[in-house]
């Protein structure tokens, strides 16, 4: 049976989608069957995969209604391997229309249970409120990964998250963890920076990725054109982050599912005919690129961040 992992932080602005579209394309690339479900009404997963918003469609609304099947909402997506519940604005209304109804905490975690053999991994994306939304993807989920900024507000955001958490394992779902931290829109050159990844890394232990995700221009770009990073740009320092980020999943949970752990895996992906000769090769390039042998960027990539990546402001202070 499928990993569910939950993208989830009630703080909005953190990269939940941009982490949920392009680590459920990483894990695709890896040759693992993955599935996306948008579970914000905002649908930016779904659109930032290239789907145009369509009230008809069958929905992540739908599952939760009980009025289709994740069967029929399935969508398949240009990566061989990947797959998309979309989601719709109507969503919003199913905070209010699920009130009443018996065993609502449930209705995500029973409408995926036939599709979950299916994948290998199953990643959702979560909408930033500790909302019954929030409270079905977490139910549903396994694990949770929580993705922040290197800020001072986050470290205050994510007590409430933990506190969400404790109370589900203790009335809803006792086997849901945490799959752990990721930083993203991370700038290693501040203080502050780096300050917050020691204060996690003391809380959370390993449960802190070792992957960080950089500010990256092509991240913010690439679901302009709908496609993930991975195919829009493989050797941006932000595809290859994500990269990274779903090999260190996939290595903690080898063992039990059998899944492919080296960075090579992300090289042999069945690209669908879209996907150019210079993208293949490119897959290549950033597989050697995350091998442990291989953990720092080559002068190439460092050439390239001066061009791709924001730098912070220059009077920022040092000290703080």
């Not at 369509?54 to 029929?72: I, K, N, T």
């Not at 909402?73 to 905070?95: F, V």
């Not at 799959?179 to 204060?199: H, P, Y």
Request: with cysteine; charged share 25%; net charge negative.
């Amino acid at each position: 049976m499928g990993r569910v992992i939950a993208v989830a932080n009630q703080k909005g602005g953190v990269g939940k989608t941009t982490t949920a579209i392009n680590l459920a394309a990483s894990f695709a690339a890896a040759e693992v069957n993955t599935l996306l479900v948008d579970c914000d009404p905002q649908s930016n997963a779904t659109s930032g995969l290239g789907f145009v918003k369509d009230p008809e469609r069958v929905s992540s609304y739908h599952l939760l209604m009980g009025a289709a099947s994740a069967e029929e909402a399935l969508l398949k997506t240009e990566l061989d391997q990947l797959w998309l519940i979309p989601s719709h604005k109507n969503l919003i209304g199913a905070n209010l229309e699920l009130v009443d109804a018996d065993a609502r905490e449930y209705r995500m975690r029973e409408a995926l249970a036939p599709v979950r053999d299916r994948f290998q991994f199953v990643v959702l994306d979560c909408p930033p409120a500790l909302d019954l939304l929030t409270l079905n993807a977490l139910v549903a989920a396994d694990t949770v990964l929580i993705p922040m900024q290197g800020e001072y507000f986050a470290l205050e955001g994510i007590s409430e998250l933990l506190d969400t958490i404790e109370r589900i394992r203790a009335g809803l779902n006792p086997e849901l963890g945490i799959e752990g931290v990721v930083l993203t829109m991370f700038d290693e050159r501040t203080n502050l920076s780096q300050q917050v990844k020691n204060e996690l890394k003391n809380y959370f232990g390993e449960k802190l990725c070792g992957t960080t995700v950089p500010r990256n221009i092509r991240l913010a770009e690439a679901p302009s054109h709908g496609k993930a990073a991975l195919m829009y740009d493989p050797r941006s320092k932000g595809a290859e982050s994500y990269i990274r980020l779903a090999k260190e999943i996939i290595e903690r949970q080898a063992s039990g599912f059998g899944l492919p752990a080296s960075g090579e895996a992300l090289a042999r992906a069945e690209l669908t005919p879209e996907i150019t000769e210079e993208h293949r090769e490119a897959a290549v390039e950033v597989a050697a690129a995350v091998a442990p042998a291989e953990g720092i960027a080559t002068e190439e990539h460092r050439s390239e961040a001066g061009v791709e990546e924001i730098p912070g402001p220059a009077e920022m202070d040092k000290s703080a």
